[in-house]
Structure formats: structure tokens, C-alpha cells
């Protein structure tokens, strides 16, 4: 009976599991989707329809209208809002950002995973736990460091401080994973005449690509949506505005209409957005790759 029992159990929660699972992606789904979709519906809808029926969901074709994002993208100087400017800004930044942080975080993580470092986990933990105090901490001193240094205003000034903010997880999230590859691999390649540079170029960060190209989307999407620090470092400069900076100038205009906001703030997320499901199995699985060695 008591077999029985925990057959009939096991087989019930397994006929839940097949009714819940799909009804849970469904919402969630429209949970994401959904205002992704109304705001794409709100950039291309004629500002008068959009007035008489707000909350439409759907679109007709013949009211299509994509004059709103060439009122974004084009300069200001030929009557548009500067939004190709902000992104190649953004670009710029994100990039860069993310080769800086790496070329710092790639060495770093292979010392404390490979290295015999004193206090290495203390010092990775240190790494991770600085992450987590807020940005606005060390808002005012970077802001007078950078200053000081005459980098306030400039690009080169904010790829310092994103990179700066994001080495330390970086180095947490590639350790995890270099810890991963086998030891034997390097040994082998230390008795083949490799020097340990050589192992960690040829051997451990080959194996690693998939953590590394992860890491790297981490840092790209921390760079290209952060607006603090965009907004303390370039207020002054708005040649060099970053694309949040350039989305929170339209939110604030009072002659803005709602639709070519809408436009603005498509342009900021769609290029996320496609990275992001473009390279989904890379980035799950370079983020969980190493997970039982952390």
C-alpha cells in the first residue's frame, strides 16, 4: 500500500509539473514581452491615434509610422533628438570598457585560480564582496580623483570607472570557471617546455572562451545601460552624452511627444536585447560553467 501510495503521489506531481511548466513560461514570457511590445507599439503609432486610444495592444499596418525614429537617430542640427551620436558613444564606452576590464580581470583570475597567491580566497571574496556596496559610494571621490586628473567630461574617464566597477565580479566569474579546466592539461603543457604565460595563453584561456565571452557580455551590458556615473562624469559634455544620458533628456522634455520617447527608448534596449538572445547559450553557459568549483 505504502508503494502504491508514493507511486500515485509521484505520478501526480508529475502530471503537475507537465500542466504547470508550460503555463509558467506563458506568463513569464508575457511578463517580459508584453511592455517590451506596447513600447514598440507606442514608437511607431501616429501621435493623434495614440492620444485617442492609449492602451491599444495591437497595430494596423496603415498607421504605421517610422518617422519617430528618424526624429531619434538624426543630429540636432537637422531638427532630431542626437540618438546615433549617443549610441556610437555608447558603443565606444561598452567596448571598450569590456577590453579594459578584461585585460585586467583575465590575469588576475588565472593568478588566484592557478597561482600559489597567500590568502588567494580572502582575496577573491574581498573581490566579490566590493561589488556589493552601492555605486553611489564612490561617487563623489571618483568624481574628484577624475577631476583632479582632468578626465572629467571625457569618454576615457568613464571606460576607467566602468572598468573599474566591473573587474571584480569579473575576476570572480572567470576564476570560477578556470578553476574548472583540468590541471593535468597546464602540467602536460609545462613538460611539453611551455613557460606559464604560454599555458595560460595557449591552454587555460582557450578552454576558457566561453567564460570569457560571458564575462565580456556582463561588462557590455553594464556599460552601455549605467547612467549614474554617465550622468556625473559627461553632464557637461553633451557631444559625449552616452544613450541613457540622451533617454533621460527626452523623458524630461515637456515638447517631446510620447512616441518619439518611446523611439528613444527602443533604440536603447533593442540593441541589448538582440545581443542578448543572439548569444543566450553562450552567456548561460559561460555564467554556470565552473558553478560546482565556487
Known sequence: MRTHRRFD??????????????ITIVVLLAICLVPFWYMVVLSVRPIEELLCDPARLWLDL???????????LLPTDQGGQGFGGFM?????????????????AI????????????????????????YLFPSIIIAIPLFVVLTRMGLRGSLVGLVAVYAAQTVPVAIYMLRN???SVPVS????GLVDGLSRYGVMWRL????????????????FMIAWNEFLFALLFLVDSPGKWTVSLGLSRLSGGLEVPATVLMAGSVVLTLPIV???????????GGLTAGAEKG
Open 185 to 188: 592539461i597546464e602540467e602536460a
Open 107 to 130: 590575469p588576475g583570475a588565472y593568478a588566484i585560480a592557478r597561482l600559489p597567491v597567500p590568502g588567494r580566497g580572502r582575496i577573491s571574496a574581498v573581490f566579490l564582496a566590493s
Open 62 to 72: 496603415g498607421e504605421l509610422d517610422l518617422g519617430t525614429y528618424l526624429a531619434v
Open 177 to 179: 570557471y578556470l578553476e
Open 274 to 284: 538582440v545581443i542578448f538572445f543572439a548569444t543566450e547559450r553562450l552567456l548561460t
Open 204 to 219: 587555460s584561456l582557450r578552454l576558457s572562451l566561453p567564460s570569457i565571452m560571458a564575462t565580456g557580455l556582463f561588462v
Open 88 to 104: 556610437l558613444n555608447s558603443g565606444i564606452v561598452a567596448l571598450s570598457s569590456v577590453v579594459l576590464a578584461l585585460a585586467i
Open 9 to 22: 503521489a509521484y505520478a501526480l506531481q508529475r502530471a503537475s509539473l507537465r500542466v504547470l511548466r508550460p
